[in-house]
């Protein structure tokens, strides 16, 4: 739901989720939490999220054996999904429907006022930078921002808006989702990964800009450093989606040899 994906809306949840409030809980119990979503943006995948998170992690540690902070980073990249399965107020005439790859509109959540896990519109799906004008290749970029109110605010509505030529997409707000937050749980909890783990987590759902070139006029020198990672990892996050499921038990034993190393214990989300 591109309509309420504005800077005020992203603002208001960096602040909201941004301190890592809502609970504790590791590594592995936010992963058994995923099982319970399945992501209605996401075209390939109709069984739950957590597999996913094996597949694509195992793919990396085939092609990248030496890395083993990278095999992390692939069972972590979309742990921020657990954020749809949280519940929060629901506001009245914001409704469902997710915007992704191969998704559609939804309907409401419920009357206002009812407690409901985080419309998916406002965690999954494809992301883009709010506060400058939207560019062709966001995902239904013809047809559903029609009522955003920023895309009529002269503020937002240039090449530029409110940003720098250049000025690094570290500067940049993007649009609130699963990448955003687990983005932040990472950097408050003080994961001991190197910069291009966090920076894969953050963009990897960026795709007007790693898949299709555009915002290259807010990117830095270190946004093009860090963008060969960034494909490298969106290489196993879309090509691991198979029917035939990880043996999840196999592989635990690993997995937490790497959550006990990078980021151990209970983690504030």
């Not at 808006?161 to 250049?166: K, L, R």
């Not at 990472?186 to 960026?206: D, G, T």
């Not at 800009?209 to 006029?217: C, L, R």
């Amino acid at each position: 739901m591109h309509t309420h994906q504005t800077v005020d809306f992203v603002r208001r949840k960096s602040a909201q989720y941004g301190g890592c409030s809502l609970r504790r809980m590791s590594v592995m119990e936010a992963l058994e939490l995923l099982d319970q979503l399945v992501d209605e943006s996401d075209p390939d995948v109709d069984f739950p999220n957590s597999f996913h998170a094996y597949q694509t992690a195992e793919g990396i540690r085939r092609a990248h054996p030496d890395k083993d902070w990278f095999h992390l980073v692939g069972l972590l990249h979309d742990l921020g999904k657990v954020l749809a399965l949280f519940g929060e107020p629901q506001v009245s005439g914001v409704t469902g429907g997710v915007l992704g790859r191969g998704a559609t509109p939804g309907t409401a959540m419920g009357p206002p006022g009812t407690l409901v896990a985080t419309p998916q519109w406002a965690v999954v799906g494809d992301t883009f930078p709010v506060g400058c004008k939207v560019q062709s290749s966001v995902v239904f970029s013809d047809s559903t921002f029609h009522q955003n109110p920023d895309s009529r605010d002269p503020r937002y509505s240039t090449e530029c808006g409110m940003y720098q030529p250049h000025c690094g997409l570290e500067n940049v707000l993007m649009s609130w989702g699963h990448d955003e937050y687990m983005y932040r749980v990472m950097k408050f909890n003080n994961f001991a990964l190197p910069k291009e783990a966090f920076y894969m987590v953050r963009f990897h759902s960026f795709y007007p800009w790693h898949a299709h070139g555009d915002y290259g006029h807010l990117c830095s020198e270190e946004d093009l450093r860090m963008l060969p990672w960034v494909k490298e990892l969106n290489k196993f996050d879309l090509y691991t989606k198979q029917e035939e499921l990880p043996a999840v038990q196999e592989l635990r034993g690993y997995y937490q040899s790497l959550i006990d190393k990078y980021c151990p214990g209970q983690l504030c989300w």
